[in-house]
């Protein structure tokens, strides 16, 4: 069974006190895996993005990648690349709300549905756009030409 927040923590102290190259990127990992790891579990996610949720998912958590995790938080850059892909083509296609929602409640249990009111716990730290763009600039220059063979491997090139 798939455990979201267990492979979150592992992502969470895999990049504890990573002070390496593209390390503004590589700090997000476990908050972006918890975001697509939401929007999996969000009921009114359609279904036409689905498939894009779970490629993002499945690329996290797959053993082979284009960089293997044998590199240490750096081999996450590739991932990062592939999520904050699938990022751009949702906010493209779903409300603002429910990514921004998605977003802020990371590190807390989903609610039954992440599209409702604001809750006094959620936690506002770190705007979305401004990371995602952050770790896209990143990701792309560490992955360079890889990043396509990365999109292919996840189902989204």
């Given at each position: 069974m798939f455990e979201g927040p267990a492979f979150a923590d592992a992502l969470r102290?895999?990049?504890?006190?990573?002070?390496?190259?593209h390390g503004a990127a590589v700090c997000w990992a476990p908050d972006i895996?918890?975001?697509?790891?939401?929007?999996?579990a969000e009921p009114e996610l359609p279904e036409h993005a689905r498939p894009i949720v779970n490629a993002v998912l499945a690329y996290f958590v797959a053993p082979f990648d284009v960089l293997p995790e044998e590199l240490g938080p750096?081999?996450?850059?590739?991932?990062?690349?592939?999520?904050?892909?699938?990022?751009?083509?949702l906010r493209r296609e779903l409300p603002e709300e429910l990514?921004?929602?998605?977003?802020?409640?990371?590190?807390?249990s989903p609610p039954q549905s992440i599209k409702g009111k604001a809750r006094k716990d959620d936690d506002a730290g770190g705007d979305l756009e401004e990371v995602m763009a952050?770790?896209?600039?990143?990701s792309r220059i560490a992955v360079g030409k890889q990043?396509?063979?990365?999109?292919?491997?996840?189902?989204?090139g």
């Open positions: 102290d895999c990049v504890d006190g990573y002070e390496g190259a895996f918890e975001l697509f790891a939401r929007l999996f750096f081999g996450l850059l590739d991932d990062l690349y592939v999520a904050t892909h699938a990022y751009q083509l990514l921004v929602r998605a977003w802020r409640r990371r590190g807390k952050t770790v896209r600039h990143e990043g396509r063979a990365a999109l292919k491997l996840a189902g989204l």
